[in-house]
């Protein structure tokens, strides 16, 4: 889904009308799976799952940037703020994915503000793959960096932009370069 053509995609859904609706097997939701693994169709690709109507989780409102309700229903659950859906993403990966699509890290924030741990764990890390993209210097990427504080040592990180931009992007190139023997060491 992620590789084909929209029309390939639409041509499909004709055929198989819970294509876009229907839980795969381990759980996850093609909306998820969409949000969750950015490609060069991502816009698209989201459109058109929204327009078959699927179900919406609560781990898919922070990307679709319905951070408000995202916050209503961890004030009810708080679990679901750190609790991974079914491929392991949890809601702060999810947000920040699709900051740069929303054009602001306002879920970002709001899945922060609802006691998100500031990092992404391990067990999702192969999930990071083709991360996400940023504008070199743009007000998101310095935004993100600001509300995702690493824990690096105070000799490594300072309020200097140009070095945060460069410190989050080892951090990003970091994960995405893990060995495959750390990616099976996670499985």
């Not at 795969?24 to 950015?38: A, D, H």
């Not at 989201?46 to 309700?69: A, F, K, Y």
Request: glycine share 4%; hydrophobic share 35%.
């Amino acid at each position: 889904m992620l590789t084909e053509d929209i029309e390939v995609i639409e041509e499909t859904n004709t055929l198989y009308s819970d294509l876009l609706t229907r839980q795969f097997e381990n759980g996850q939701s093609p909306l998820s799976l969409v949000l969750n693994y950015p490609s060069d169709s991502h816009r698209e690709l989201i459109e058109l799952v929204l327009s078959q109507n699927p179900p919406i989780g609560t781990h898919d409102l922070p990307g679709l940037g319905r951070c408000e309700e995202f916050k209503e229903a961890a004030a009810k659950d708080s679990a679901v703020v750190n609790q991974p859906d079914p491929d392991g993403n949890t809601p702060l990966l999810t947000a920040i994915y699709n900051a740069p699509l929303l054009e602001n890290g306002e879920c970002v924030r709001a899945v922060l503000q609802s006691g998100a741990v500031q990092k992404v764990p391990a067990e999702i890390r192969n999930s990071l793959g083709n991360s996400v993209s940023f504008e070199p210097d743009s007000k998101l990427l310095t935004e993100l960096v600001d509300l995702l504080p690493r824990e690096w040592d105070s000799n490594w990180y300072n309020e200097e932009i140009g070095r945060k931009i460069r410190l989050f992007h080892l951090e990003v190139k970091k994960v995405r370069d893990l060995s495959i023997e750390d990616l099976l060491a996670t499985q």
